[in-house]
Nanobody, 123 residues
Framework: QVQLVESGGGLVQAGGSLRLSCAAS????????MGWFRQAPGKEREFVAC????????DYADSIKGRFTISRDNTKNTVYLEMNSLRPEDTAVYYC????????????????WGQGTQVTVSS
């Protein structure tokens, strides 16, 4: 069973940047696909980005495409989400999650989740 710990959230002004990290432990990191999701107050959790085991394939939600970049370092068992040009509507709790066999946007197919990190973007 893998354990996930997110970090890097905080308060930032609109137009600013943040880099989230998700450190994984408990199994071979390079064998699992990873995803980032977010949940704003009063809204359902939504897909943000995902990355395949090797890091060669990535996918993004349309709302953040061109502003956010997902990457991973399998030597450090860590996945990152670089967030630029942040907007107030990006305010949410951001979660990382794992999937052994699935690569894609479906939240239901991810089976292990971190505790989340709060990102707040002020206008």
């Amino acid at each position: 069973q893998v354990q996930l710990v997110e970090s890097g959230g905080g308060l930032v002004q609109a137009g600013g940047s943040l880099r989230l990290s998700c450190a994984a432990s408990g199994r071979t990191f390079s064998t699992i696909n990873m995803g980032w999701f977010r949940q704003a107050p009063g809204k359902e959790r939504e897909f943000v980005a995902c990355i395949s085991r090797s890091g060669r394939n990535t996918d993004y939600a349309d709302s953040i495409k061109g502003r956010f970049t997902i990457s991973r370092d399998n030597t450090k068992n860590t996945v990152y989400l670089e967030m630029n040009s942040l907007r107030p509507e990006d305010t949410a709790v951001y979660y990382c999650a794992t999937s052994s066999f699935y690569y894609g946007q479906s939240i239901a197919r991810y089976n292990t989740w971190g505790q989340g990190t709060q990102v707040t973007v002020s206008s």
